[in-house]
């Protein structure tokens, strides 16, 4: 079953105004007993996953992301990136691999801004990447990662 809920618009649809507990019986009353997997625009993210914290049912939420998640640049960072396939260089500023494509000149693929995930994947050929999301570090040679939420920590080359 389709349920549409407007935040702003007050006819059509079947809830109006922002996420909450009311909107949580009307769509799914037997919540409480159930996983829920979440997608959508950052703000509504927020507000579920705030209100199934509350409530005690974080452990039954998952999520996908529907946007790249906004992280700040590194301002200390270091070392050069070398975007194989394409021949350009650029001084790592600490910003996504995908941001720092776009600011090379480059247009790798990518489907992350529009909730599409994965699609940004290039092989990181040479070097260390941190997953902006898990701060988790990668030094391993021929590894897919996403550019939307890796940085370069020192030298890296992806074959873009």
Known sequence: RVVLAY???TDGGDLHGFFGQAHLDAAAAWHGEAQTYLCGPPGLMR???EHYDRIGLGERLHTEEFAAPVIAADSGAIGELTFAASGVTAPNSGASLLEQAEAAGLTPEFGCRMGICFSC???KTSGCTKNLRTGETDSDPDQPIQ???SAAVGDVAIDI
Do not use: M, N, S, Y
Request: hydrophobic letters at 40%.
């Open 47 to 49: 507000g579920v996953r």
């Open 7 to 9: 935040t702003e618009q």
């Open 147 to 149: 550019l939307c939420i």
């Open 121 to 123: 994947t290039a092989i």
